[in-house]
């Protein structure tokens, strides 16, 4: 098959490298290895950042909506068997160059979230709501459109909020890529010095996310204050909340490791002892069952996605605090702490994750989905 992406990577007016990201890239690279023709149209930033393989055709645009006939010109050069368009923009943009490619091709869009959660964030108006649901159902009408739900309870939003018939939707949960996993013991020892943490008795706290309200990075500073043994927070991630960060943690006396973006961050959440996901709300909550995947444990927000991702999980290992005061985060950090990890606990640990969320049959439900949608 030919197939191509459309991704604007990321939000909030800037290029960002988290976890949708990585799913672009991962599923493109997967398809590429089987065979398929794949293309990524996104930012040059994007391609920077992501470190394809040369059998992904690389096409450097902004996704802006300047771009629809650039990129309908390039769907159709290309003769593309299926579209997959990723995040708001992407689908609104790729969606629109679609129409002005003048062929109905198979598409598959994937918010990564839905429109009612990005609405609640950012207090959408009325009005905007009203044309952007519009925009999102035009675009599902025909037979070979269907947009894929990355969790039960991302489902449930397309089809209740955001308006999709269930007809028009795939359920796909998220996948993790092999890289995460476990270290070695001595690799693990080399990733915490590398960190500047040599000292195995004090604890390194990690959130990986953009810095932004959604990912709510303070309120993981402000939980690092009240642990009972002063970890070390390493955050990695970048965004318009990063002077935000720093005050929190000069007025809480934080030990904060600021290593801006970083386009993967399996050894940082390998050497970790806890990974800190306050989110307002996900999709799904990829960087909570990656850091699972490396044997580490999780402390998160009790959201729905994040609840789905995490469901079955031990609590000793993966704790959702429907709280957001820091007091409440910090004892669910501390218990979680107080768990004794050994290489098997970790092992089993990852064992567990690659079973539920192994990245092969993920990538067998998009490639069917696409050549479903292409024979119809």
């Known amino acids: ?20 990201e990585r799913a672009v890239a991962d599923l493109a690279t997967a ?10 149209v996104a930012p040059s930033a994007y391609f920077a950042a992501a470190g394809l393989p040369p059998a992904v055709a690389q096409i450097p645009m ?42 109905r091709r198979a598409c598959v869009t994937n918010l990564h979230n839905s429109l009612q959660q990005a609405f609640d964030d950012a207090d959408a108006s009325a009005f905007r709501r009203l044309l952007l649901r519009r925009a999102l159902r035009a675009l599902h009408t025909g ?21 999709l018939p ?56 402000a939980t690092a204050a009240r642990m009972r043994t002063a970890p070390v927070l390493v955050v990695a991630g970048a965004g ?28 940082q959440m390998a050497a970790a002892d806890l990974l800190l996901v306050p989110s307002r709300y996900e999709g799904f909550g990829r960087v909570a069952v990656e850091a699972l995947a490396t044997g580490t444990p999780v402390v998160a927000a009790d959201v729905p ?31 979680l702490l107080d768990t004794e990890r050994t290489p098997a606990t970790r092992g089993a640990l990852a064992a567990q994750v690659a079973a539920r969320y192994g990245a092969e049959q993920a990538v067998d439900q998009y490639l069917d989905l696409y050549e479903t949608l292409r024979r119809r």
């Open 1 to 20: 098959m030919r197939i191509i992406h459309v991704t604007p990577a990321g939000g909030f007016g800037r290029v960002q490298y988290g976890g949708a």
């Open 31 to 40: 398809a590429a290895d089987r065979g398929h023709e794949v293309t990524i």
């Open 62 to 103: 902004a996704v802006a909506p300047r771009d629809a006939s650039a990129i309908a010109r390039r769907i159709a050069r290309a003769d593309a068997d299926v579209v997959v368009l990723h995040l708001l923009r992407g689908v609104l943009v790729g969606g629109l160059a679609l129409r002005l490619s003048g062929q």
């Open 143 to 163: 037979p070979r459109t269907v947009s894929v739900a990355i969790s039960a309870s991302n489902l449930h939003d397309l089809v209740t909020h955001d308006g």
């Open 166 to 221: 269930v007809t028009k939707t795939a359920l796909i949960p998220n996948w993790v890529h092999e890289r995460f996993r476990p270290l070695p013991e001595p690799e693990r020892k080399q990733a915490r010095v590398a960190l500047g943490v040599p000292d195995a008795t004090r604890p390194i706290v990690l959130f990986a996310g953009r810095l932004e309200r959604q990912k709510d990075p303070v309120l993981a500073v």
């Open 240 to 267: 318009s909340l990063r002077d935000a960060v720093l005050r929190e943690a000069r007025g809480s006396d934080v030990d904060v490791r600021l290593l801006g973006h970083l386009s993967n961050v399996e050894q």
């Open 305 to 335: 996605g994040l609840r789905d991702a995490l469901d079955g999980f031990a609590a000793t290992d993966a704790r959702l605090e429907g709280s957001r005061d820091p007091a409440a985060w910090a004892r669910s950090a501390d218990s």
